[in-house]
């Protein structure tokens, strides 16, 4: 076995022990390999190693290895653009950055209504960093009464980048805005919004996101080593 399975199994002891130290069950964690700049060949190992669900943050980049791989699920992670949206809609399955009402509106335009829905999460862009997409904490609710109504969108949850920095506990008030304004929104109990999940947590904070309720995280380089 290669690294990637080594680091993958190490991934997983670490997830099942903040599991525990939260009294979550394990199983409610998935793993989203982040494969940008990821040859094929080392997500192959990934993939043998059980991880099935794939996530990219450029769609060029998504395009070029959808059709390399089997039996796994796409994520879009990264900033969408508007004219790059119809080149995702018959192949991802869950989008983890909607950002913007016109951005709802345009992916609603790709689907074919009568068969179609798209999930998707919101960005949210919890500690307020200028150089991060997503609406601000306080704008949450009201931008998702918005964009349910927008056919064929399926609002499944919330999604964050924390803040970059040496100690991840840094980073825990982040992590529990984020739960905390899931739990906002299901209080107000949206018809047709789902909080299934809470997309956070990266290699260098997964611990922590595991410990304040991440159902997915959303990792690269603890995977398949640093990017060059
Ligand atoms: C690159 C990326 C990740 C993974 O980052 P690592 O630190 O390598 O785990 C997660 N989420 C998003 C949105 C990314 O762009």
Redesign the pocket.
Known sequence: MGYIADNIREVLEEVGKAAARANRDPSEIEIVA?T?TVPVEKIEEAVDSGLTIL?E?RVQELIDKYSLLDGVKWHL??HLQKNKVKYITDKVSLIHSLDSVALAEQISGRLDLLKQEMAVLVQVNVAGEDTKFGIGPEETADFIDHVRQIPGVRVKGLMT?APYVSNPEEVRPVFRRLRTLAEEVKTIGFPGVEMQHLSMG???DYTVAVEEGATLI?????IFGQ?N
């Not at 959303?218 to 603890?222: D, F, N, S």
């Open positions: 982040v940008k996530g943050n992670i990264g980048i990266m290699s260098n959303r990792l690269g380089t603890v990017r």
